[in-house]
Nanobody, 121 residues
Framework: QVQLVESGGGLVQAGGSPRLSCAAS????????VGWFRQAPGKEREFVAV????????YYTDSVKGRFTISRDNAKNMVYLQMNSLKPEDTAVYYC??????????????WGRGTQDTVSS
């Protein structure tokens, strides 16, 4: 099972453009989709974005379309989430996921521990 470690979270002002990173190990990274979920305070964990393992197809939840971009570097075993035009409602713990496909929390086998991203207004 692949291990995932997120980084890049922190305190950001509204409108900022931070990038989250996720390092993967323990598997053949290019063989499986990877993605991001998030959990805001007092809310359920929700799907954010996913990218396929071969074609690079990307899917996003509606609330981040046009603002967030998911990408991957198979040579470096890395996945990224570029976040632009951040809003206070983007404040959440962001989780890197791998080894599945879908928008529910049950869709992916591997999860990172998460990185907190806080957007100040």
């Amino acid at each position: 099972q692949v291990q995932l470690v997120e980084s890049g979270g922190g305190l950001v002002q509204a409108g900022g453009s931070p990038r989250l990173s996720c390092a993967a190990s323990g598997g053949t990274f290019s063989d499986y989709p990877v993605g991001w979920f998030r959990q805001a305070p007092g809310k359920e964990r929700e799907f954010v974005a996913v990218i396929s393992w071969s074609t690079g197809s990307r899917y996003y939840t509606d609330s981040v379309k046009g603002r967030f971009t998911i990408s991957r570097d198979n040579a470096k075993n890395m996945v990224y989430l570029q976040m632009n035009s951040l809003k206070p409602e983007d404040t959440a713990v962001y989780y890197c996921v791998a080894g599945g496909w879908g928008t529910s929390v049950d869709s992916f086998r591997s999860w990172g521990r998460g990185t907190q991203d806080t957007v100040s207004s």
